[in-house]
Structure formats: C-alpha cells, structure tokens
C-alpha cells in the first residue's frame, strides 16, 4: 500500500525521446528527483546499400517513436501512474543526420543519410581543393567546424545533386530539410497539416550552414553549398514550447526541449560550469567541454559547437568537442560483420578472459578518422598479429581502441584549454563494460567517473523540457539540482605501461592513414575498378608478378 501511495504522489513528469543511431528509446522522468520511472527502447536497422554508405528509413525512425511511447506509457499505466501527470516531451536525437520531406505529402524524398555516411568524400575533397591554400578549416571561423563528410552540408548537397525527386521538390518549394529533431517534431506537431519546422541550435550548429556566432542561418555559407535558405528550420532555442503533440497517448503536451545527442549529455551531466566535460560511449564516442558563453577555437583539431541555449532570453553556451566516429558500432562490427560474439555483452567477457590484447592493436577508422586528425581517406587497421593472436585478443584491442580514441580527444582538449581534466565523467550504453571503464582509466591515467544512473542524454532533454517557459517543472538553479550517485573507477596500472602502449597506438594510427584514393577507375562499364585503391592495386598486382615469377621458375627446373 505505501508503494501505491508514493506512486500516486509523484508530481509533475517529463519524457524524452532520445532517438539514436542504433535505437531508440522513450523515457519519462519525476521533474524533482530527476529518478527514471519507466522506459522502452527499440533498435533502428541500418541499412549500407554501398561501400561507406550508411542510411536509416525515416518512416521506421517515426515509427519507433510511436511505438516506444505507447509501450511507456502502458508500462506507467501498470504501475498506477497516470499518464496525465507528464506536463512536457524533450527530444534528443542522432546529430547531423539529414533528411528532406515533401511538406505537401508528409513523405520523405530519401533515405535519411546517417553522419557517418562517407559518399561525400568526393564532393569534400573538390570543396577543400577549391579553398585558398586547400585548408579543411576554411569556414571554420563561421561554423567552428572542418570541411568533412560528418556534417549536414554536404549531405544535403549530395540529395539535391543525385536525387530527382529531392532536386524537383526543391524547384517546386516542397522541400523540406532537416536534422532528426526536426523530422520527429514535424510529424509529431501535425506534419502536413500544420507541422512545425524547427531545430534548435545545438543541432543547427552541426550542419555548416549556421553562423556560431550569430546563431542563425548564414547566407553566406548558404551560398557557398549552394542551398536555398527557404528549405531550412527556423532556429529556436533548446529549451521553449515548440508545438503540441497532435496524436498518440500523449496528444495535447508540448514539445518543450531539443538538444543533439551529445549536448543533452553535457546538460544531463550537470556540466554548466565553464571547463566542466562529459564523454559518452555510443556508436561514437563524444568529449564536450564547456566553455562558457564564447566560443574557442580549436588548435588541436577539435570542433567548436553550440552546447545549449536554454530559453529564448538566455544566452548560448558553447563546447569544445572531439569526436569519434567508431566506439560502439565496433562492437556491432565484430558480431554482425565477423561474428565472434553473439551478443555486446559477450564481448567483455571475451576480453577479460585474456586481460591483454597481447601486441594486437585495432583503429576501427570505418569512416575514415574524426578528431583530432579530420583523415577521411584512413581504413580500419589490425596489426601486430602473430600465431598466437585469436578473438579474445582481438575483443581485448576493439575495447583499447576506444580508450585510445578517447585518450587523443582529451590529449587535444587539455591543450587548447591549458587547464588538464582532472577526471572524466562519463555516460553512454558502453559505460555499462565496467572492463572498458576501467581500461579507460588506465589508458588516460586519471578517475573515470560514472553517474549510476546512465540515460544522462535522455535526462538532458527532459530537463531542458521541463524547465521550458510555459511549462517550468524543473529547476536548473545549483541548489535544486539533484545529486547524482556514481562510480569511481581508478588507475591501476603504472603511468610508463599506459604511454608504452598509447605510443603504439598512434603507430598503428598512422598505418591507417591515406589508404584510401576517392576518383574510382572505371572499367569502361560504369563499375569502379578494384585499382581504385592504391595500396589493393599494389597488392594484387605484386601477387600476379611473385605468381608469374614462381611459374616462370618452377618451368626451368
């Protein structure tokens, strides 16, 4: 009876939709406790039509959403909360992402294009050589950002020049382009009939079409894509009432709170403070540092980016981010693609079972490399095998190379800002391989610090939901903010082993460096030619000539 009463008096709750690379998940939290009462979670298919190409179906991305906030809200009815009690919805979503919809039919015109996608290689390397002096940083005093295959521009650009229907819904002021926010609040605030096209800046910020310093959509940069400014999302801030559910169990509560995946971790985090840092495991691996209300640029290879603007009337906050592309999604590597573990879990067992990668080192540069070196002509590498090597070793490496990863973000991060990070909070779905947490710790020779509570993504957006004008639910004032119970992980291994094994890392790093040539040899028929890759073409045609040679021998004996 007393479990029925506290349930009964739970007072105000938000939700967030934290729609993720590989899943998706709805979440719904009490405003003063900031404790998680109920959640379901989805995965997302991916789908890889060519070599580098990365795509998710918009329709089963708004699909899941559905689907998830049913199942919660089913769930909270079971335990006797009512439903009615959730004032406000935060979205948290994948960043960069792009998608472009017809706003007379509600449908989308493509595939959504994943940040990871590499298609655009080609198209970034004839914008870089266009630049004075072939620099990827070019635009970096508008955007914060490199010229890369990772952001939104490029991908938009890529739909109009290769998608008919996207070029002709263009010509014909159909189009609609947005981020993941933007395609989920849409749809979920009416879409066709009345949907509204928004984004906030922390997404915006993402998509080198946006002025950081402005904080608003730049001509000039528009002109520079060449994209028509009209198929853009109005800019708000990530945290207003957007626009109201219009259908579903939850039909009628604003939309309150958006934030790309990695700043809802910073404000779930509880990193408000200038020099306050964050680092989240997912299909990627994201370091943000807060720097205040001015945003620094970057020496080391970081990128600048909006962190959070949390009302219309407050002011931005920007961060310092290093970026990783693989961390995550090496671990669904290694069990679809090769199949040596049928579930993430087994990994850490696979690992732990051998304690050492034994000499094998792993850079899983599938896409290239993000920070600190911005090289999308690397490939993923394994080297300094021998006959003794076998899975565990090899699982034990895949874990290393996100702590080295993360180490060369944070190397970066500590020199631009001159400050070093005293420890590392972190959050994310591989925080739960307590192996890795205490891998990382090893590797960066400082505490790991992890909140035990791990959907600090989720819990970002809800704040920020929750906090809204219109709807003020959630304090963010210091003194209201709950305190977050955590795990400490130290370093157990002495600073000499951690920098032996760091430095063959970055050997192994430059390995994977400029594998990869991006103008395809055509055979004659349209098909690109396995010359195409240099070091391939060297290779293959080194065998030919040793087996010719052999042939050539083994007839004059």
Request: with cysteine.
């Amino acid at each position: 009876m007393a479990a029925f009463s506290s349930r009964v008096m739970l007072g105000p709750l938000v939700a967030a939709i934290d729609q993720g690379t590989s899943s998706t998940r709805f979440l719904v939290f009490n405003a003063k406790t900031a404790e998680l009462l109920s959640h379901h979670q989805v995965e997302i298919n991916q789908s890889f039509p060519k070599e580098g190409w990365v795509e998710e179906d918009p329709k089963e991305i708004l699909q899941s959403v559905y689907e998830c906030m049913e199942r919660t809200c089913e769930k909270l009815t079971q335990l006797n909360v009512d439903i009615s009690n959730i004032k406000a919805i935060g979205v948290t979503n994948q960043r960069e992402t792009t998608l472009v919809w017809d706003k007379e039919t509600g449908e989308a015109l493509y595939n959504a294009i994943v940040w990871l996608d590499l298609r655009t290689q080609s198209t970034v390397e004839r914008l870089i050589n266009k630049t004075p002096g072939r620099n990827k940083n070019h635009l970096k005093h508008k955007t914060g950002l490199p010229i890369s295959t990772y952001f939104s521009a490029v991908k938009l650009r890529w739909l109009m020049d290769n998608v008919d229907e996207v070029a002709e819904a263009v010509l014909t002021r159909r189009a609609m382009f947005g981020t993941v926010d933007s395609w989920l609040i849409w749809c979920l605030t009416g879409g066709k009939s009345g949907g509204v096209h928004c984004t906030d800046v922390t997404n915006a910020s993402r998509t080198m079409l946006f002025n950081i310093h402005t904080l608003d959509w730049d001509p000039e940069l528009c002109k520079y894509f060449d994209i028509p400014m009209e198929i853009l999302p109005k800019v708000r801030s990530s945290s207003e009432i957007y626009g109201l559910m219009k259908s579903g169990c939850l039909s009628g509560i604003p939309i309150s709170g958006c934030l790309g995946d990695q700043s809802a971790a910073l404000v779930g985090q509880m990193c408000f403070q200038e020099g306050q840092a964050k680092n989240t495991y997912g299909t990627g691996c994201f370091l943000l540092r807060n720097t205040g209300a001015k945003p620094v640029m970057s020496e080391h290879g970081l990128l600048t980016t909006v962190a959070y603007k949390l009302g219309r009337d407050k002011p931005a906050c920007y961060a310092l981010e290093g970026s990783v592309a693989i961390a995550g999604a090496v671990v669904r590597w290694l069990k679809d693609n090769l199949g040596i573990i049928q579930t993430s879990t087994e990994l850490e067992k696979l690992a732990a079972s051998v304690g050492t990668s034994y000499g094998c080192y792993f850079v899983p540069a599938f896409s290239g490399l993000y920070a600190p070196y911005w090289e999308p002509s690397a490939r993923g590498i394994i080297c300094g095998l021998t006959q003794f090597t076998n899975k565990s070793h090899l699982a034990f490496a895949a874990l290393e190379a996100v702590c080295f990863q993360t180490r060369e973000i944070l190397d970066a991060m500590n020199q631009d800002s001159g400050i070093p990070l005293t420890q590392l909070q972190v959050d994310g779905g591989m925080t739960s391989n307590r192996l890795l947490m205490q891998l990382q710790a090893d590797i960066l020779c400082i505490p790991v610090v992890k909140p035990s509570m791990p959907e600090t993504t989720a819990l970002g957006a809800a704040m920020a939901a929750g906090a809204a004008e219109g709807v003020s639910v959630w304090s963010l004032h210091p003194e209201d903010l709950s305190e977050v119970t955590s795990e400490k992980f130290e370093p157990q291994i002495n600073p000499e082993e951690s920098e032996f094994r760091y430095a063959r890392w970055k050997k192994a790093v430059q390995r994977a460096m400029n594998w990869e040539t991006t103008e395809p040899i055509s055979n004659g028929n349209g098909e690109t030619s396995i010359f195409s890759s240099v070091p391939l073409g060297f290779y293959i045609l080194g065998s030919m000539l040793m087996l010719i040679g052999a042939k050539y021998i083994a007839g004059h004996k």
